[in-house]
């Protein structure tokens, strides 16, 4: 089983929660990022969090759609953004890039699959 953090900026479009559900269906683990003034977000949620945490489990992904979230690279973490990466001076330095998050949620089964 794989973690997966989703930061609630990937979340906002229509149908997120059925998307998502084909990640718990293949056995993932969904955890919500999102501090406690954000929407309640309904999803296949087993757990919420108000940060990635410092050591993040070898493996586990972080999908976004803020370009600013990705941060740093830490070890054994997958960095997912969705949506165009930013133009800014500061590089995204988020690993993979989706369109939205249906493509999100078959990049990770993908991955999953091969590995």
Known sequence: MTTIYVHASAVREPGAA???????EAGHELVLVAGPDAADSSGPWSGRTAAMPDDPPRGTWF????PATCGDRLAGLRTMLIGPRADSPRPTR?????RDLRDAVLKILAADAMA
Do not use: K, N, Q
């Open 18 to 24: 059925d998307r998502l559900a084909h990640l718990t």
């Open 63 to 66: 999908v976004t759609a803020d």
């Open 94 to 98: 988020c690993d993979v890039t989706a």
